[in-house]
């Protein structure tokens, strides 16, 4: 009786010297963090984007029950002249300020990345100002600028002597409005993140190139464009993913029509405007779909040039 | 042509002197005329916020204002909403700051340093979640907002920005190059865990938090879609909601509110800008993120 309740005693020790063993391999405080962080992400995360897939097979209108509809949002959406409409501004919008903004971005970064300093970093902060400053003030500053009957954009053409522009009052330029404002607005994002890869460029290649008499242009054109590639295909990725998502921009700037309407503000008008959740949350998962596809290829892209 | 001989002859000294050369004086003037076409807009902004309010709206604008005044900034601080909203949007910006500042170097020394079963699956799950643009969750998170009973109160804006996968990302790329041994050492003295991330672990990240404190800062201080979403109630407004609702409610004319409104709305996101200039840079460096 005694000998086994020695080795029940016994082999409860080593049971809670395992138990023991086992709390020192997993951290307690890693794991209660990680699981708080996990029940955290379920809450903000996981759960809204299973309502949005959910949403999106259903019709809802925030009064009546949701009706589950299959495939018919997305049949819809396909059909949907507005949708392909705001595909186009997205698209077209993305293309444009995207491919401007990194050309300037990159030359302005080299140039800036030949001066030294005080010199450097104060025009640097000029750049970068309007990225700081909150969008919202840009948006209501711009559109205050582009007022076509007296406003400071037409002054300015007018006292250089050229005609005066509708601006936004015109659906072929009130995109193109918008682009410039949004240029501006993060030019100096672009520059930051292009001079900090110029400044990774090993200075001696640059002197070599200088010492054989390459100009600023050759210097450019051979040496710190292919050693950038990297990071102007990161800067195109992190670009597409928040052109895809500006806001206030078009609500604000807004041109005649839809000429402006993106798919982020379809999206919100369909939400929270025309009470149409169902096909709302269809539209954010096109979104979504697009983005993954557009970062796999240009990821892509990045390694299939690293591979010569 | 003695002209063009005296100024070359500065130029020689200068490059001497300085070790500046002439390509460089001319790159330096390019851009330095390219950073004024880049602060156009904003001079408008700040003569525009000393006019009188009669001047602000009289079209065609005129650059310059008639006649100086402050009385633009006294109109400001009486308009109902405005001084609160201002107000409203530091708090805010404040508590999410340092909200995201305990769970980034948190999480971050956690997924880091610690070992526990299933670290490298959960922080890839947590990783995953910055593949979903935000529009996408925009409705369902209204609803589930909506659900909690959180909608027109700070904790709907709070909750959503507490944690950010980033932050916590950022923070453990930081971490997990400070050296071992001193955490092996800690542990060998007695330290518990959370104890080494009090007095070793945090001391030593704060250059990468400043650098996530800035950008946290200027994210929910400039934030204007999710506030607009769920906030109703105009005591609860945010500034950049306030200044959007001069606008529709007033039209055009209103612009003698939006413009002191929008230059005093600046300063915040300036001064943390010229106070931490050093850490900007070398944070955008850290996580090249736009914006």
Redesign the interface.
């Known amino acids: 009786m005694q000998d086994s309740m020695q080795y029940l005693k016994a082999k409860a020790t080593v049971a809670t010297r395992q138990k023991g063993h086992r709390a020192h391999?997993?951290?307690?405080?890693?794991?209660t963090?990680?699981l708080c962080?996990?029940i955290?992400?379920l809450?903000?995360?996981v759960?809204?984007?299973?309502?949005?897939v959910w949403?999106s097979f259903h019709n809802w209108d925030f009064i009546v029950d949701p009706k589950f509809v299959g495939l018919r949002n997305y049949q819809r959406m396909f059909n949907d002249g507005y949708f392909w409409q705001a595909v186009r501004v997205t698209v077209t919008f993305s293309a444009v300020e995207i491919s401007i903004a990194i050309a300037i971005g990159l030359v302005?970064a080299f140039?800036?990345s030949?001066?030294r300093g005080i010199?450097q970093?104060s025009?640097?902060?000029?750049?970068?100002?309007?990225?700081?400053?909150?969008?919202?003030?840009?948006v209501?500053?711009?559109?205050?600028?582009y007022?076509s009957?007296?406003?400071?954009f037409?002054?300015l053409l007018t006292s250089l002597g050229l005609p005066p522009q509708p601006f936004l009052l015109s659906s072929e330029q009130a995109l193109y409005c918008i682009i410039v404002m949004v240029i501006?607005?993060?030019?100096?994002?672009?520059m930051?993140?292009f001079l900090?890869g110029i400044n990774e460029i090993p200075e001696h290649l640059i002197e070599a190139a200088m010492l054989d008499g390459a100009g600023?242009w050759r210097q450019f054109w051979y040496i710190i464009l292919p050693l950038l590639r990297p990071v102007i295909v990161?800067?195109v990725v992190?670009?597409v993913?928040?052109t895809?998502?500006l806001?206030?921009q078009f609500v604000?700037l807004s041109g005649p029509g839809f000429s402006t309407r993106t798919?982020?503000v379809y999206?919100?008008q369909l939400?929270?405007q025309s009470l149409d959740?169902g096909y709302?949350?269809a539209v954010?998962?096109f979104?979504?779909v697009a983005?993954?596809i557009a970062t796999a290829v240009q990821l892509r892209r990045l390694h299939a040039t690293f591979e010569y | 042509m003695l002209i063009m001989n005296s100024s070359l002859s500065i130029l020689a000294v200068v490059r001497k002197r300085y070790g500046i050369h002439l390509?460089?004086m001319i790159?330096?003037v390019?851009?330095?005329a390219?950073?004024?076409l880049?602060?156009y807009?904003?001079l408008?902004?700040i003569f525009s916020s000393f006019k009188t309010a009669k001047d602000i709206v009289t079209?065609?604008?005129?650059?310059m204002p008639r006649e100086w005044t402050l009385e633009s900034f006294r109109r400001v601080l009486a308009a109902p909403d405005l001084p609160r909203a201002y107000f409203n949007s530091l708090g805010l910006s404040f508590i999410i700051v340092a909200l995201v500042l305990a769970?980034s170097s948190?999480?971050g020394y956690?997924?880091a340093r610690?070992?526990?079963?299933?670290?490298e699956m959960?922080f890839l799950?947590?990783l995953s979640?910055t593949?979903?643009?935000?529009?996408?969750?925009?409705?369902?998170?209204?609803?589930?907002m909506q659900r909690f009973g959180l909608l027109n109160s700070y904790m709907a804006i709070i909750?959503?920005s507490?944690?950010t996968?980033f932050g916590?990302f950022l923070c453990r790329q930081f971490i997990s190059v400070i050296p071992r041994d001193l955490y092996e050492a800690a542990k060998m003295d007695g330290c518990?865990?959370?104890a080494i991330?009090l007095r070793i672990i945090l001391p030593l990240t704060k250059p990468v938090l400043a650098a996530l404190a800035i950008f946290t800062f200027?994210g929910s201080?400039?934030a204007?879609?999710w506030p607009l979403?769920v906030l109703n109630d105009k005591h609860l407004f945010t500034?950049?909601i306030a200044?959007?609702k001069l606008?529709s409610t007033y039209g055009?004319t209103n612009?003698d509110l939006?413009?002191p409104a929008?230059l005093l709305?600046?300063l915040p996101?300036?001064i943390?800008?010229?106070v931490f200039?050093r850490n900007?840079?070398q944070g955008?460096?850290l996580s090249?993120?736009?914006?």
């Open positions: 391999i997993g951290s307690w405080l890693g794991l963090v990680a962080l996990l955290y992400y809450i903000v995360f759960v809204p984007f299973s309502i949005a949403l302005l140039l800036l030949r001066l010199a970093r025009i640097l902060a000029l750049f970068y100002l309007p990225v700081i400053i909150p969008s919202v003030v840009s209501l500053l711009w559109r205050w600028l007022i009957n007296g406003g400071a037409n002054v501006w607005t993060f030019l100096g994002s672009v930051v993140l900090a600023l990161y800067q992190v670009s993913i928040g895809f998502q806001f206030e604000f798919l982020a999206t919100y939400g929270f959740l709302g949350a954010s998962m979104i979504f983005l993954l | 390509s460089q790159i330096f390019v851009l330095i390219l950073a004024m880049m602060a807009p904003f408008w902004l079209l065609p604008v005129q650059l769970t948190l999480g956690v997924f610690l070992r526990f079963p299933g670290r959960m799950m947590i979640t593949m979903v643009p935000f529009i996408t969750l925009l409705i369902p998170l209204y609803l589930v909750i959503p507490a944690v996968s916590i518990g865990d959370f991330y200027l201080f400039n204007y879609l979403v500034l950049p200044l959007t606008l055009v612009y939006i413009m929008s709305a600046c996101p300036v943390v800008f010229l200039q900007f840079v955008i460096a090249g993120i736009r914006g």
